[in-house]
Nanobody, 123 residues
Framework: QVQLVESGGGLVQAGGSLRLSCAAS????????MGWFRQAPGKEREFVAA????????AYADFVKGRFTISRDNAKNTVYLQMTSLKFEDTAVYYC????????????????WGQGTQVTVSS
């Protein structure tokens, strides 16, 4: 089992920044892919970004390219999502997820999930 705990959410004005953290514990592996997803009220959960633990290769949804950056600290078993130039439409619960091996953008492919952290952007 892998446990994931997100933190760093909050209320921010449009144009502001936040950094989310996801601390992983349990049977983690350097072969894993870590992802960030988000879900706004009344909408489906959508892919935001992902990173491979070992290589550090990344993938982003088009709507966050240039604004969000995913990174990892292997020593701390922690993945980050640095969010800048936040928009009202970025308001959502943000979830951290983990899966073995290959990069994926579908939530159905991820095996482990955190409890989520709320990000609210005021316009």
């Amino acid at each position: 089992q892998v446990q994931l705990v997100e933190s760093g959410g909050g209320l921010v004005q449009a144009g502001g920044s936040l950094r989310l953290s996801c601390a992983a514990s349990g049977r983690t592996s350097s072969t894993y892919t870590m992802g960030w997803f988000r879900q706004a009220p009344g909408k489906e959960r959508e892919f935001v970004a992902a990173i491979r633990w070992r290589s550090g290769s990344t993938a982003y949804a088009d709507f966050v390219k240039g604004r969000f950056t995913i990174s990892r600290d292997n020593a701390k078993n922690t993945v980050y999502l640095q969010m800048t130039s936040l928009k009202f439409e970025d308001t959502a619960v943000y979830y951290c997820a983990a899966k073995p091996f290959l990069m994926a953008t579908s939530a159905d492919d991820y095996n482990y999930w955190g409890q989520g952290t709320q990000v609210t952007v005021s316009s």
